[in-house]
């Protein structure tokens, strides 16, 4: 079984341009939800995908949009990026119908948008 | 607006001792909280949750004590061990039936000093 993975590890953007980042899932698992850490700050959810469906969004503007795919794996496309989306992006996958405490995280991508 | 809070950044420890990890909330209708840990370049990992409708929940060295009337839930690990050395953080879902979308505490770095 593995586990969930993302990339790529790092990324390195400027101003304006986009990005797409990329999280397969955990076998098994038909969920997706992304998070945003900034430094020092906790998780901040961005969206969920079930089903290929955006299945519920947190307080992020439209220029943050997903993908989901049949075999569950997911894209988190960011246009227009400022400095400010500089942080981690953690994807976690889980069971729609499993436990709440059966979320697992990816490592996270480090994006830096200077 | 963070509903879930955690006030200190950083925690330092003696092994052996008890660290004690707090977490404030301000929502009355969240009825499900999680703790988790995050070692560096690696994703937040499950350790334990609570439901509302108990006040304490243990498993091995971990204890989370739930005080419903303060909106505030700590971890105890005792006795804490240098492997325990992560950021935590405390978590909860805004609600039945919103999936994974859980709102995180700011975290806090503890060290514990062999």
């Known amino acids: 079984e593995t586990g969930v993975t993302q990339s790529p590890t790092h990324l390195i953007k400027t101003r304006g341009q986009q990005v797409t980042l990329r999280c397969s899932s955990q076998s098994g698992h038909n969920t997706v939800s992304w998070y945003q850490q900034a430094l020092g700050q906790g998780p901040q959810f961005i969206f969920q995908?079930?089903?290929?469906?955006?299945?519920g969004r947190g307080n992020f503007p439209p220029r943050f949009s997903g993908l989901q795919f049949p075999n569950y794996s997911s894209e988190l496309n960011v246009n227009a990026l400022e400095l400010d989306d500089s942080a981690l992006y953690l994807c976690a996958s889980s069971l729609a119908t499993g436990e709440m405490n059966e979320q697992f995280f990816g490592p996270g991508t480090r994006l830096t948008v200077l | 607006d963070q509903q879930v809070k955690q006030n200190s950044p950083s925690l330092s420890v003696q092994e052996g001792r008890i660290s004690i990890l707090n977490c404030d909330y301000t929502n009355s209708m969240f009825d499900y909280f999680l703790w988790y840990k995050k070692y560096p370049a690696e994703g937040p990992t499950f350790l334990i949750s609570i439901s509302s409708i108990k006040d304490k929940n243990e498993d091995g060295r971990f204890t989370v004590f739930l005080n419903k009337s303060a909106k505030h839930l700590s971890l105890h690990i005792v006795p804490s061990q240098p492997g325990d050395s992560a950021v935590y953080f405390c978590?909860?879902?805004?609600?039945?039936?919103?999936?994974?979308?859980?709102?995180f505490g700011t975290g806090t770095s503890l060290t514990v000093i062999p």
């Open positions: 995908y079930y089903r290929e469906e955006e299945n």
């Open positions: 978590a909860a879902p805004p609600g039945m039936n919103t999936g994974n979308q859980f709102y």
